[in-house]
């Protein structure tokens, strides 16, 4: 299989920083996103990596090794707003198709 | 402008039933999958259409599950014979680039 790893569940303070950590399989890696997802709602893109490096968006950046099969997702200046599920999903090629591979999700807690 | 409409957002139904669930993808969008989201779990691949290629069905889990698409545009998913552990939340995603996916809001399967 291709496993996405991420961790289950995470609190941080208003204001602070947080990271999300994620690893997946490398063989036939053809990309990597980020999804936010609320509660009953449905996931909205936060961000896509196919290079090494960090991308930057507002309060939100994604870092991308592939070599290690690492990401993580950085949120900076956290507001209440945040508290979701951070979801990261893979896209593999060879599938004959760009499907994507989630992992199960970090739900984020944001605290006063 | 109109993002990924599903309907209905939700059903309720009974076991050994037929559902059909339907999909419209924003216009343009050439790409659409299905995804399953069961409670605990991450998001699952079911389906993926791109333009007038044979449709990619390797995520179906069993032969009561087919999805077609008429016209390149709306997309039906029917499960047949329904069975309690096909409850979840069954989404929609379009995309006209390989690096995104506009889901839909989903629709709540419960079979009971």
């Known amino acids: 299989g291709q496993n996405i790893d991420q961790p289950t569940e995470m609190t941080a303070t208003e204001g602070a920083i947080v990271q999300i950590n994620c690893t997946y399989q490398?063989?036939?890696?053809?990309?990597l996103f980020w999804y936010q997802q609320h509660a009953g709602e449905a996931p909205t893109f936060l961000s896509y990596?196919?290079?090494?490096g960090l991308e930057e968006k507002g309060r939100f950046s994604s870092f991308l090794s592939r070599s290690k099969g690492y990401s993580y997702l950085l949120l900076k200046e956290l507001q209440m707003k945040d508290s979701a599920s951070y979801l990261c999903a893979v896209a593999y090629s060879g599938a004959g198709s760009y499907q994507l591979t989630f992992g199960k999700g970090t739900k984020l807690s944001v605290i006063p | 402008g109109a993002g990924v409409s599903q309907s209905p957002s939700n059903k309720v139904t009974e076991k050994g039933k037929d559902v059909e669930l339907r999909c419209d993808p924003i216009?343009?969008?050439?790409?659409l999958y299905w995804y399953r989201q069961s409670l605990g779990q991450g998001l699952e691949f079911l389906i993926y259409?791109?333009?007038?290629?044979?449709?990619?069905k390797s995520g179906l889990p069993s032969d009561r599950f087919s999805a077609e698409r008429t016209g390149g545009s709306v997309s039906t998913l029917t499960i047949q014979r329904t069975q309690q552990e096909d409850s979840a939340v069954y989404l929609c995603a379009s995309s006209k680039k390989r690096n995104e996916q506009f889901f839909g809001p989903g629709t709540r399967l419960t079979v009971l």
């Open positions: 216009s343009g969008h050439t790409a």
């Open positions: 990596n196919v290079l090494d």
């Open positions: 259409f791109q333009g007038n290629s044979a449709p990619d």
């Open positions: 490398t063989s036939g890696f053809n990309g």
